[in-house]
């Protein structure tokens, strides 16, 4: 089964926003009309979207684009899986990017009756979680007689040139050495499946999630910690 990859714009694929890269071409073409963005605003960011887009003329062949994105793209594409832009930008400028770099074979982008946010696109992003792991464990099963193990892993932040443009705290971002020794010990004990990096009581991750904690509202959130590993579960 070839699962589809499917690609966010605004912060992923690119290093900007285009909402924002819209607004402020239309204030550097149309300095007093800046009283427009606000009418704009008032009908909905759906008309927002819209008419930055007809009133503005982005170059998409410069805009800052992600190099690590687009070669994750590439790899797909050569393992013949479908590739989707799904954007709460406009259509429009969604699909120039798309006939610019020439890698998409779907977008799915935001027009004059959908402002596809993130809500709107969660459940493709949850779907293809819940494949590959369902996928996982299909296979994990499958070939268990024949002595095979699969190991699913579920990284969390780590520090790449993807993450690089996020501006998380140091201490949630995860070195690649430490993430790539803990994959190779679970590869190595036949775990079925490694979340990592662990948020164990004795490190900054524990102690800089307690701070939050501490700031949260309690009816909301509690911490429990279990073999130094740190649970996050509904308050009841």
Known sequence: MTLPLVVDLDGTLLRSDLLVETGMAFIRRHP????????????????LKSQLASATDIDVNVLPYNPAVLELIKIAKNENRLIVLATASHYTLAEKIAEYLQLFDLVLATNEERNLTAESKRHLYGTAKAAVSTFCEG????????????????????QTPMTKELNLPPL????????????????????????TPT???????????????????????RFTASDKTLYIQPHR
């Open 32 to 47: 007093f009309q800046l009283y427009k963005t606000v009418g704009w605003l008032a009908q909905g960011k759906t008309v």
């Open 139 to 158: 296979l994990r099963a499958r070939l268990f007689k024949v002595g095979v193990s699969v190991t699913t892993i579920k990284p969390g932040f780590v």
């Open 172 to 195: 949630l971002i995860a070195q690649p050495e430490k993430v790539a020794l803990s994959i190779v010990k679970a590869v190595q004990n036949k775990t079925n499946t490694l979340y």
């Open 199 to 221: 948020l164990g009581t004795d490190n900054a991750y524990y102690q800089t999630f307690t701070k939050l904690y501490i700031q949260a509202d309690k009816s909301i959130v």
